[in-house]
């Protein structure tokens, strides 16, 4: 029984650990202003993730979110495509708190969310 015991409690530290390090990501593309896609990914710490759509507006996103050594603040390494452009932005976020860049005709924002 106390072998099960500390199992289960092990199962549990484990699961809290995980969930401390995954991260919701809302983003924004928008391609000469104009929305082409709002994706919302669920990702792990220092684990890349993505998402594409085909079609005319299609699009394509690739990031990986590590934390960074201060409480809150994030690394966000992205890489976005559109039909007519590219962008590779390195970002540091906090979280909760929106970030955006834009490239020529491309622009991202972002909302990282613990």
Known sequence: MKTLLMGMTALITVAAAAAENSYTVHATLLSNGKVVGEPVLQVRDAEPA???VSGVEGYSLALTVTAENTPGRYRLVSEVSTA???MSPTLVVEANQPAEVSIG????RVTVRE
């Not at 005709?105 to 991202?108: N, R, S």
Request: charged content about 10%.
């Open 50 to 52: 993505s998402i594409e």
């Open 84 to 86: 007519g452009s590219n």
């Open 105 to 108: 005709q491309l622009t991202m």
